[in-house]
């Protein structure tokens, strides 16, 4: 740790894993309701799990992306932060807003609008939090030494997504207009410049953990940005199909979101090349694990995946099933669940000053983690082929249909008990590493191994 001010990232992190442990309740919620175990439904029914459950996901990533760029900002810039205070002002203001969300979801108070639940009094209070965020990194950034790609890259996905935020405040009548808006929110921030910001994480972690001449990493970057723009913005038209939109969507859409892999594909291949170009080995071995991890397992999730069923011809009959559900547990997990959990893993030693990495308990539960997401993955992606075949294929009613699928959600469980697990290790671990020790310096945990200068 170079600044002390990086510890502000610290509270962020545990606090991305305290909301991270409350969204694997509501998911067990929901994963029980779907086999007939629905003790709970008149004090939280399907749809406010639903909700809480996927709302409560992004905020914890964003806790995630704001503790990392906490972290990585001040030693790009090569200062301390601009206001300390102002982060942790920040950090209380978003978990009470957090709060305030799921207490409004449990009262049905809420906007009804899918992935945008959270009601409209709420949405101005976190644009004034990204603000306070953006204005706080800005700052940093303005005042700072220097100025890096991977800073600014970081920096400008960061700022997207809070622009980005702003087409989802506006509700429109027309059903079909408020759907097009409502995906500039969606889709752009997942499929754009969130990959801009996992970019810039994976880019300094690579520097950090790899040895490599940063210019050869920061080339690489600007290939990916150069991808994600092109495919990711175009991209939006595969959500367009059946919304009542002109027709062109389906050219549009069908063709952008087959390249949009290719964004993925590069962030593979950019990972592991330069994982094995690295002449110089890191002592933290585990965070390496969990950035290429991320690489690979987002090319699968988010790419492949997403390719495989927004295809015009495929997604006529996948549309709005659980083959979704499939594509998007492993892609969030992948491209951006792991990275977070990368920059953990990396930042911990520094922060605490306790070089617990390559231990068994990390292996482990970077292993049973991942095992258990692609197990989930998998049986939602039985069940979602299954529902495709009986209900869109055969036309059987949807109720018979749900009550088919069932047994296929007691696996989706078990996997998730797994994958709940592998979690449960890494919190432990990070318990382990205690609180950020105003001790702690770069030397403690890097020493003889120059490693990223």
């Given at each position: 740790?170079?600044?002390?001010?990086?510890?502000?990232?610290?509270?962020?992190?545990?606090?991305?894993?305290?909301?991270?442990?409350?969204?694997?309740?509501?998911?067990?919620?929901?994963?029980f309701a779907r086999v007939g175990m629905d003790g709970l439904h008149e004090w939280i029914p399907f749809n406010t799990a639903r909700a809480t459950h996927t709302n409560l996901l992004v905020v914890w990533l964003l806790c995630g992306f704001m503790g990392s760029a906490y972290f990585i900002i001040p030693e790009e810039a090569d200062r301390e932060l601009w206001s300390v205070k102002?982060?942790?002002?920040?950090?209380?203001?978003?978990?009470?807003?957090?709060?305030?969300?799921?207490?409004c979801y449990h009262l049905n108070i809420w906007e009804?609008?899918?992935?945008?639940?959270?009601?409209?009094?709420?949405?101005?209070?976190?644009?004034?939090?990204?603000?306070?965020?953006?204005?706080?990194?800005?700052m940093t950034l303005w005042l700072g030494k220097r100025n890096t790609t991977t800073s600014l890259v970081l920096y400008m996905g960061l700022l997207f997504a809070a622009l980005l935020y702003l087409p989802g405040m506006v509700t429109v009548k027309n059903q079909t207009v408020d759907s097009f808006y409502r995906w500039w929110v969606v889709h752009l921030w997942v499929e754009g410049v969130w990959e801009l910001i996992m970019g810039g994480i994976l880019c300094y972690l690579l520097i950090k953990l790899t040895g490599v001449d940063r210019e050869v990493v920061e080339k690489w970057l600007y290939i990916i940005v150069g991808l994600t723009f092109l495919s990711g913005i175009l991209g939006t038209g595969h959500h367009y199909y059946y919304i009542g939109a002109p027709r062109y969507w389906l050219i549009v859409g069908g063709v952008f979101s087959a390249l949009e892999p290719l964004a993925f594909l590069g962030m593979a291949i950019?990972?592991?090349?330069?994982?094995?170009?690295?002449?110089?080995?890191?002592?933290?071995?585990?965070?390496?694990?969990?950035?290429?991890?991320c690489a690979v397992m987002s090319f699968v999730g988010a790419g492949f995946l997403g390719m495989a069923h927004?295809?015009?011809?495929?997604?006529?009959y996948t549309h709005g099933t659980l083959v979704t559900a499939m594509h998007g547990?492993?892609?969030?997990?992948?491209?951006?669940?792991?990275?977070?959990?990368?920059?953990?893993?990396?930042?911990?030693?520094?922060?605490?000053?306790?070089?617990?990495?390559?231990?068994?308990?990390?292996?482990?539960?970077?292993?049973?983690?991942?095992i258990g997401m692609v197990g989930m993955t998998g049986a939602l992606a039985v069940a979602g082929v299954t529902q495709v075949a009986l209900e869109r294929r055969l036309g059987l009613?949807?109720?018979?249909?749900?009550?088919?699928?069932?047994?296929?959600?007691?696996?989706?469980?078990?996997?998730?008990?797994?994958?709940?697990?592998?979690?449960?290790?890494?919190?432990?671990?990070?318990?382990?590493?205690?609180?950020?020790?105003?001790?702690?310096?770069?030397?403690?945990?890097?020493?003889?191994?120059?490693?990223?200068?």
């Open positions: 740790m170079k600044y002390q001010s990086q510890r502000v990232a610290y509270w962020f992190f545990a606090s991305a894993l305290l909301l991270l442990s409350l969204q694997i309740v509501y998911g067990f919620i929901m994963g102002l982060a942790y002002a920040q950090l209380i203001s978003l978990l009470v807003v957090g709060v305030i969300a799921i207490i009804g609008r899918k992935f945008l639940e959270i009601p409209r009094p709420l949405d101005y209070l976190v644009v004034v939090n990204v603000l306070a965020f953006l204005l706080n990194i800005g950019y990972a592991l090349a330069m994982a094995k170009k690295g002449g110089r080995k890191h002592p933290n071995r585990i965070a390496l694990t969990w950035s290429l991890g927004t295809l015009p011809q495929i997604n006529m547990h492993l892609a969030f997990w992948g491209a951006y669940a792991m990275i977070v959990l990368a920059m953990m893993a990396y930042a911990l030693p520094l922060l605490t000053g306790r070089k617990l990495w390559d231990t068994g308990v990390a292996s482990f539960a970077f292993w049973t983690s991942n009613d949807f109720l018979i249909v749900q009550k088919e699928i069932e047994m296929h959600f007691v696996g989706m469980l078990l996997a998730a008990a797994l994958f709940t697990v592998g979690i449960g290790a890494f919190i432990w671990l990070f318990i382990r590493h205690g609180l950020p020790s105003a001790e702690a310096r770069a030397e403690d945990f890097e020493g003889a191994v120059a490693v990223g200068k």
